[in-house]
């Protein structure tokens, strides 16, 4: 089972879920309607096995906003993804012991 965090506006996020459908089962999460809280984001970053940064949409407004940069601290950027949920790079795709992020799409066929 992969645990699909999807943005259906995002052409990116469309394309990756159009990769896995008939291929896994598949449990969507629209993620931004149904946020993950900071020990979620800290277990995903924990399976993906990249820094925190590369989790972060750094071209949203909320991220200057929120008074962060490139050298955020890793506590810091999981609080501003918590609470700007727009602000997590999509899509995320997570099975029982790793995660990938969607892009370029083809990266979520890793986890088959």
């Known amino acids: 089972m992969i645990t699909f965090w999807h943005n259906p506006r995002c052409s990116k996020s469309r394309q990756a879920l159009a990769l896995l459908e008939g291929k896994t089962g598949i449990a969507l999460r629209r993620y931004l309607e149904d946020a993950p809280d900071e020990a ?47 602000l997590i790079e999509r899509p995320v795709a997570v099975s029982a012991d790793r995660a990938v992020i969607g892009r370029p799409p083809e990266a979520v066929l890793d986890l088959l």
């Open 40 to 86: 979620e984001l800290r277990r995903v970053h924990a399976l993906l096995g990249h820094p925190v940064i590369d989790m972060v949409r750094r071209g949203e407004p909320e991220f200057t906003a929120a008074g962060l940069s490139p050298d955020a601290s890793d506590d810091a950027l999981f609080a501003a993804m918590a609470a700007h949920p727009k």
